[in-house]
């Protein structure tokens, strides 16, 4: 079985930084685009950035210069470095992920990490 496990939220002050990470394990051919999304409490989920298999990137424009999405394809992980944090960036992030598995294509979710941003 193939699954998506986040880690690294947590609570932070105003203007501090957090590591978000995501680890796809199971069997699986490969992973293509990866991302990450928030869903902030009354919100719908939306984008933060996702990333391809050969790293081109792509940022929803509220963290434009903030957050940055990577990836180590040998490690099948996705992290999200976020910076210069802002009480309306609290929210559940969740991982995402498009898997090959044989002759399927899934999209995965992980179970999501609060990030809590307050003073």
């Known amino acids: 079985q193939v699954q998506l496990v986040e880690s690294g939220g947590g609570l932070v002050q105003p203007g501090g930084s957090l590591r978000l990470s995501c680890v796809v394990s199971?069997?699986?051919?490969?992973?293509?685009?990866m991302g990450w999304y928030r869903e902030a409490p009354g919100k719908e989920r939306e984008l933060v950035a996702t990333i391809t298999n050969n790293d081109n990137t792509n940022y929803a424009d509220f963290v434009k210069g903030r957050f940055t999405i990577s990836r180590d394809n040998p490690k099948n992980t996705v992290y999200l470095q976020m910076n210069s944090l802002k009480p309306d960036d609290t929210a559940v992030y969740y991982c995402?992920?498009?898997?090959?598995?044989?002759?399927?294509?899934?999209?995965?979710w992980g179970q999501g990490t609060l990030v809590t941003v307050s003073s």
């Open positions: 995402n992920a498009n898997v090959r598995v044989i002759f399927r294509n899934l999209e995965l």
């Open positions: 199971g069997r699986f051919t490969r992973t293509d685009v």
